[in-house]
C-alpha cells in the first residue's frame, strides 16, 4: 500500500492505493462503492487481467483516505483528476461500483466499466419517504437525534462532514451524464440487486449508447463470485 499526499482546492489530500502488475503498459483504475474500500475489489479482481496495471483507490474519507472537504461527485472527480496526474496513470480503463461508478463516469475513460453503478433515480418506497420526512421534522423540531434513527445505512458511522458529503451525493441524477457519454462501456449487474435495482442497469443501458449488458447472478456486490467473467469481458472489449 502506497500513499500519495497533495494540495487542492486549499485541502490536503492523502490518497491511499495499492498498484499491482506495476511494469504492465495499459492501466485499469478500480475505485469502490459508497462505505467500502479498494480492499473489497484489490481481492476480487487482482488475479486477474494480469496484462494490465491495476490501480486501486481509496476514494476520501475511505479507507486509508481522510477526507477534508463536503464534496460532491463532481468534487471526486477534481482530487482524482490531480492524484492520477501525480502518479502517471492513464485513463484507459476506469472500472467503477456503485457510487465509484458515478465517479468512473465522470473520468471519461477509454473504457467504462459499471458494475451496479449509482446515478438513476428511482421512485423511494413509501417506508422511505416516511423516513425522510420524518427526518426533516425532527431537524425543524431541533431534534437531531430523532433524524438519526431514520438515516440510510449508508450514512450511518460517518463523520458529519462525509454525511453533508453523502446528502450531497445520494440523490445526484446522473441520466444526462449517461446519455452523453460516448465511449465504450461495460454495464454489469446483479440480478438480485437491492441497493441500485436491476431497473436502473437497465435505464442506463438504454441511455450509453455504446454498451455491453450483462446481468449476473448476485446481489449488489455480485462482482465478487463473477470477477473471472467480467474480466473476459473487460479484455475482449479493449481489445476490440
Not at 489530500?13 to 484489490?42: C, T
Not at 453503478?117 to 413509501?126: D, Q, R, Y
Not at 441524477?173 to 440480478?191: A, M, P, Y
Amino acid at each position: 500500500m502506497a500513499k500519495k499526499s497533495f494540495l487542492h482546492d486549499h485541502h490536503t489530500y492523502n490518497i491511499s492505493y495499492e498498484i499491482v502488475n506495476p511494469s504492465a503498459k495499459h492501466d485499469l483504475i478500480v475505485l469502490h462503492g459508497w462505505g467500502s474500500n479498494k480492499e473489497i475489489m484489490k481481492k476480487s479482481f487482482e488475479t486477474h487481467l494480469d496484462t494490465f496495471r491495476h490501480i486501486y483507490i481509496d476514494l476520501p474519507g475511505f479507507g486509508g483516505s481522510v477526507n477534508h472537504a463536503v464534496l460532491d461527485t463532481q468534487g471526486y472527480v477534481d482530487v482524482l483528476e490531480v492524484f492520477l496526474e501525480l502518479i502517471g496513470a492513464k485513463r484507459e480503463i476506469v472500472m467503477g461500483h456503485s457510487f465509484g461508478g458515478k465517479v468512473a463516469t465522470l473520468l471519461n475513460p477509454s473504457l467504462l466499466v459499471l458494475l451496479s453503478t449509482a446515478g438513476i433515480k428511482l421512485s423511494k418506497p413509501l417506508d422511505v419517504q416516511m423516513k425522510i420526512k420524518m427526518t426533516k421534522v425532527g431537524n425543524a423540531l431541533g431534534l437531531k437525534k430523532l433524524g438519526k434513527l431514520f438515516r440510510a445505512k449508508d450514512a450511518d458511522d460517518l463523520t458529519p462532514l462525509m454525511y453533508e458529503t453523502f446528502k450531497k451525493v445520494v440523490d445526484e441524477d446522473f441520466s444526462d451524464i449517461f446519455k452523453n457519454f460516448q465511449n465504450k462501456t461495460l454495464i454489469c449487474w446483479g440480478k438480485e440487486d437491492t441497493a441500485t435495482p436491476l431497473v436502473a442497469g437497465k435505464t442506463i443501458e438504454k441511455l450509453i449508447s455504446k454498451n455491453n449488458f450483462t446481468a449476473y447472478d448476485g446481489d449488489h456486490f455480485f462482482f465478487m463470485n463473477h470477477s473471472k467473467a467480467i474480466a473476459i469481458e473487460i479484455e475482449a472489449e479493449f481489445l476490440k
